[in-house]
């Protein structure tokens, strides 16, 4: 005979609370380190010192990189806050403290500061480090949550982490203390951002791919130059309209741009105002009666993701913009179209 056999009553009678008192011992596991990292990071503020003001103060000032090291789980936060010093304007390299030991010492030069993290301040991997950074004058940042620990002894300046309570039921594991690290490290880039006035360009430039980067790229990275434009002049016959509307690089668009005698951009001529002027002697017309006066444009500085924007919202839609100077005159500078944006990944 196939199948399982059936649980008796009594046994599904039993597993039910087995399985509810399991269940909220994982809420509350959850809700204790919750809880306990809440705590630690309302005690932050108070250990904020003229400290910090300094170290930033001191990572400011360094020419070369920062070297961020720890041990353990110290270590993973470091690889951490260097990743986000390097992404947000301060070069950051992580070295671990045993390889530091067997070599990586050489990748540290008197231009570069360093920045050391230890719960305890007693981590005795990083000894050699720290002795190496104090015999060739490199700047050391300690933080570790023992202000008489023989890490912030040694260092030039000292953050000291709060008091904390690890969340584990025996008090041991990492997690409370590295959240705080790990926070403490945000506050130095975020200041050093701030202090350096760090622009959203120079975030775009150091993060090219992926969302980030999309979500930064200008109108101006992707749009075709001035050269290549479709423009024609107000008393353009309507056979050279045409031939600038499909030839070239542009055909695909199916526009061109009417400018003034001063150059700006006085209207554009499309597909559709070609079906609305087909039965009234097109070809003996010229640009000015076909246009459509004051097309919408863009702005080259604008984010690519707004010109998508206000293509998808036009009424009727509009598959491609002219870029003009902000001005009077409306002069023309480049032409986007939404396979541009597309194939930039914006969507």
């Known amino acids: 005979m196939s199948g399982s056999l059936p649980i008796p009553d009594d046994r599904r009678t039993a597993e039910r609370p087995a399985a509810k008192a399991a269940a909220d011992g994982d809420l509350a596991a959850a809700q204790r380190v919750i809880a306990y990292a809440r705590d630690a990071l309302e005690q932050m503020p108070a250990v904020l010192d003229g400290q910090f003001s300094r170290a930033v103060d001191m990572l400011l000032a360094v020419k070369g990189r920062v070297i961020v090291t720890g041990m353990g789980k110290s270590g993973h936060v470091g690889r951490k806050i260097a990743a986000t010093l390097s992404s947000t304007g301060t070069p950051a390299q992580f070295v671990h403290p045993g390889e530091a030991s067997h070599g990586d010492l050489g990748m540290l030069t008197r231009d570069d500061a360093v920045m050391a993290l230890s719960n305890s301040g007693e981590t005795a991997e990083l000894s050699d480090l720290v002795t190496y950074a104090k015999r060739f ?13 023989t890490l912030l002894q040694a260092a030039n300046v000292a953050l000291l982490l709060p008091p904390l309570r690890e969340a584990c039921a025996i008090g041991m594991a990492p997690t409370t203390s590295t959240t705080a690290m790990l926070v403490l490290g945000d506050a130095l880039a975020v200041a050093l951002m701030e202090r350096k006035a760090f622009s959203a360009d120079q975030y775009r ?13 200008r109108v101006s990275d992707l749009m075709h130059k001035a050269e290549e434009l479709p423009l ?6 309507m056979k050279d309209v045409l031939l600038a509307m499909t030839s070239g690089r542009f055909g695909f668009a199916g526009v061109a741009g009417v400018v003034d005698t001063d150059g700006g951009l006085a209207g554009i001529i499309t597909d559709g105002d070609l079906r609305r002027h087909m039965e009234r002697n ?9 246009m459509t006066k004051n097309p919408k444009t863009v702005a080259p500085n604008v984010l ?3 010109a998508l924007a206000l ?17 009077a005159k409306r002069l023309p500078v480049g032409f986007i179209g939404i396979h541009d944006l597309l194939r930039a990944g914006l969507r």
């Open 205 to 217: 430039d150091l993060h090219p791919a992926g969302a980030l980067g999309r979500a930064l790229v």
């Open 282 to 290: 097109l070809l003996d017309r010229v640009a000015k009666d076909v």
């Open 232 to 237: 024609v002049a107000m008393d353009a016959a």
């Open 311 to 327: 293509m998808n919202n036009s009424s009727p839609r509009v598959t491609s913009l002219f870029v003009v100077e902000p001005g």
């Open 304 to 306: 690519a993701a707004e």
């Open 137 to 149: 004058d490199i700047p050391l940042l300690g933080i570790a949550g023992n202000p008489n620990s």
